[in-house]
């Protein structure tokens, strides 16, 4: 166990639709990133916040936002769902801003219909 | 631009048997290059995480080596158990201020008995 939670475990819904996923970093953990793997895909990076501040982004597409709370957790917004926006998505934490291992969470499964 | 590339693709070997697995990259400034284990469907675990002045770094059964002039690493891996089987990803991280973090799409490694 990693220390990173993610909620909700799987989320099925239609195109069109929005969601939100959510992370809880580990205690003390300042920043957390948001990653996508599709089937047989490699982890794609699509952002990074550090103690509630957007820090780096990477392949996100303007449909998707997120954003870090005072309380450090996080939550990944996915709108006008498409069916190739079904995948995992991976939330970790580290301490500091680089150079840190990063701790991933077990992940959501989205799956769009 | 940033790549790394991993080989091989998969990777079928028996139980007990050493291997090692490859990763080439073109990413720079280079910070620091990660091995992360991930069992199918979960969140990856970090192995080694390894800095320019570092060329080897154990974790157990799992040795990494590095290379920063001909920028190779690779992640030997000893007495190859069942639990071995998984993929392993190879991150390179650059930094320019914000660290940005490349991944390997994997190798996919199967043990049988």
């Known amino acids: 166990d990693s220390g990173v939670t993610q909620t909700p475990k799987h989320l099925i819904t239609a195109t069109g639709q929005r969601v939100t996923l959510r992370c809880s970093p580990r205690?003390?953990?300042?920043?957390v990133y948001w990653y996508q793997q599709s089937l047989d895909q490699g982890l794609q990076f699509l952002i990074q916040?550090?103690?509630?501040?957007?820090?780096a982004k990477g392949n996100i597409l303007e449909r998707f936002s997120a954003q870090q709370f005072p309380d450090l957790h996080s939550e990944l917004n996915l709108s006008s769902l498409e069916l190739g926006d079904s995948a995992l998505y991976f939330c970790?934490?580290?301490?500091?801003?680089?150079?840190?291992?990063?701790?991933f969470g077990p992940g959501t499964r989205l799956t769009v219909l | 631009k940033n790549q790394v590339e991993q080989s091989p693709q998969s990777l079928i070997i028996l139980e007990g048997k050493n291997c090692t697995l490859q990763c080439n990259y073109t990413v720079s400034p280079f910070s620091n290059l990660r091995w992360y284990k991930q069992d199918t469907g979960r969140g990856p675990v970090s192995l080694t995480i390894m800095t320019f002045s570092e060329n080897t770094k154990s974790n157990g059964r799992y040795t990494a080596t590095l290379d920063a002039d001909t920028k190779q690493s690779s992640l030997h891996i000893t007495a190859s158990q069942l639990s071995d089987s998984a993929s392993y990803i190879c991150v390179v991280s650059a930094s320019y201020g914000n660290e940005k973090l490349t991944f390997g799409t994997g190798t996919r490694f199967t043990i049988i008995p």
């Open positions: 970790a934490s580290s301490p500091r801003l680089e150079s840190d291992t990063q701790y």
């Open positions: 916040y550090y103690n509630g501040e957007e820090r």
């Open positions: 205690s003390g953990d300042l920043s």
